[in-house]
């Protein structure tokens, strides 16, 4: 019986899958003509290119222009990581992967009485909007495999990492899921409400590996390794410090892993309403991609306008995300981009106030990544019991002001071709009729700024400033901006940090 119901739950997930409408070819003609594709430096593109098509196929369509325009226009928007790990204070997942067998049981264990009391969805996404973020994206699923939601899925099979007869892969039946902890609420369910009554975009972290689960072996660093090497000659080691060997994995196994890691993105894609990105993370491998892509195509058929991160899936992907650096110039691809950093030294938790970077180096990076094209997603985690530091709180928190003031050059615009001159960073209203010049220093009595030639009788401001300034035409395609005397003083200025000349184009 039970395995007739597997055959039934296979063939039904196929039959949706292979149900979608086929594109026509204008569609496809613009999908393409669009230029979605990776950069060929990406790192995560790299790793999968030997076996996922450079081309999509033909019956898969990207995310619309309209979404991929709506996603332009957000330009800064955090990173949330939080899970068990949380309660040793922890990076997010990876030092699992180091540990000790016994202190791998006793992670695993962490589950049962991770109640973090403090967590209100409210004040969270209150907080993000003081900071003036547009968007989160939280971590439904980190590579530890423990679900921040409420899944039907079950693990079968895990890891016991101290059976000394060298069998480590035991039965089980849970979900290994929030809904399990002492918590048991649905954390992204009201992450989910809450973000919506606060108008602020929804992303979903999701990791393709699931170190808990043995099916998913051996996937991108799982702890268990295989005779069969050759499974994934592009992965991570099979596994990083301590670890077990067992057999490679069954079909059944195999069938099951690609089951749950296509229903759980079933789940979050049906469950919670419409959701504008998913952030796919790491990779799973050759032998399951044709069964990768069918999860990808229908992903696209439950909500085909998210906006599906390109990690593990290639040029499938709708935008990708340079990790830990900003590029250096404007990137060599029309596919949209979001630069993630850190603000402390950790993804998780960082308890030390000192490692947390500053609102300066925050408005530095945003407005680097705004004149480039992309955008600026900075990266926090709260403690154990859901509350963020208060020096991460209080830098954030003076970003927020500083967007008060200076938004409008950020928030929808574009970049330029000319998208620096010197220590200035341009940007420009969607519309072309406002070009905005961002310094990092304030300008003593005059500022130069190159590439802009406004007609006689257009105006020159400084954001926050009431007042419309002196200029001329340097004569060279630029403009000499004369600086008010009272703006030399720092308590009569409009804001901290950097400053935005709007001039009428």
């Known amino acids: 019986m039970k395995k007739f119901l597997l055959v039934f739950l296979l063939f039904g997930i196929a039959a949706t899958i292979t149900a979608q409408t086929v594109p026509s070819v204008e569609q496809v003609r613009q999908d393409r003509a669009r230029g979605v594709t990776l950069p060929e430096n990406d790192f995560h593109y790299k790793v999968v290119k030997d076996y996922v098509e450079e081309e999509p196929d033909a019956d898969y369509i990207h995310a619309s222009e309209t979404a991929h325009e709506a996603f332009r226009d957000i330009k800064f928007s955090i990173r949330i990581h939080w899970g068990v790990y949380s309660k040793w204070g922890i990076e997010a997942s990876i030092p699992y992967l180091a540990m000790s067998k016994e202190k791998k049981m006793e992670y695993n264990e962490l589950y049962k009485t991770f109640n973090p009391e403090g967590f209100n969805a409210d004040e969270w996404m209150s907080f993000f909007k003081r900071c003036g973020m547009q968007a989160f994206a939280f971590t439904s699923k980190h590579c530890d495999g423990f679900s921040m939601f409420h899944t039907k899925t079950r693990v079968q099979r895990r890891v016991n990492y101290l059976n000394t007869e060298n069998h480590p892969i035991e039965s089980c039946n849970l979900a290994y899921s929030i809904e399990e902890s002492p918590f048991k609420r649905d954390i992204v369910k009201e992450l989910c409400d809450a973000a919506r009554k606060n108008d602020v975009k929804i992303n979903f972290y999701y990791s393709h590996p699931d170190w808990y689960d043995a099916d998913f072996r051996p996937y991108c660093g799982h702890p268990i390794a295989i005779p ?177 003031v200076n938004g409008e050059g950020i928030y929808e615009t574009r970049a330029r071709d000319v998208w620096k001159s010197g220590d200035i960073r341009f940007t420009r209203s969607k519309d072309n009729k406002q070009v905005y010049a961002f310094v990092e220093k304030f300008p003593e009595k005059e500022l130069i700024i190159p590439s802009v030639t406004p007609k006689k009788k257009s105006k020159v401001r400084l954001l926050g400033y009431s007042k419309p300034l002196k200029w001329q035409s340097t004569g060279d395609g630029g403009i000499k901006v004369e600086i008010p005397e009272a703006l030399q003083s720092p308590e009569n200025r409009p804001c901290e940090y950097a400053w935005a000349f709007k001039i009428e184009n």
């Open 228 to 404: 069969d090497e050759k499974i994934n000659p592009k992965d991570y080691p099979p596994a990083w410090g301590h670890t077990v060997s067992a057999s490679d994995p069954t079909p059944e196994e195999q069938s099951a892993m690609i089951t749950r890691h296509r229903e759980q993105l079933r789940e979050l894609l049906s469950n919670y309403g419409a959701i504008d990105m998913i952030c796919l993370d790491m990779w799973l491998g050759k032998p399951v991609w044709e069964e990768t892509k069918k999860t990808v195509k229908m992903m696209r058929q439950l909500q085909p306008d998210v906006m599906i991160r390109a990690r593990g899936i290639g040029n499938y992907g709708d935008y990708y995300q340079p990790e830990e650096f900003v590029p250096e110039g404007k990137e060599n691809t029309n596919m949209p981009w979001m630069s993630i950093c850190l603000l402390g030294k950790s993804f998780a938790y960082d308890p030390v106030a000192e490692h947390y970077k500053g609102t300066q180096w925050v408005v530095n990076h945003l407005v680097d990544c705004v004149a480039k094209g992309g955008s600026f997603m900075v990266c926090i985690g709260p403690d154990a019991n859901g509350k963020f530091h208060p020096e991460a709180v209080r830098q954030l928190e003076a970003v927020g002001e500083w967007l008060k």
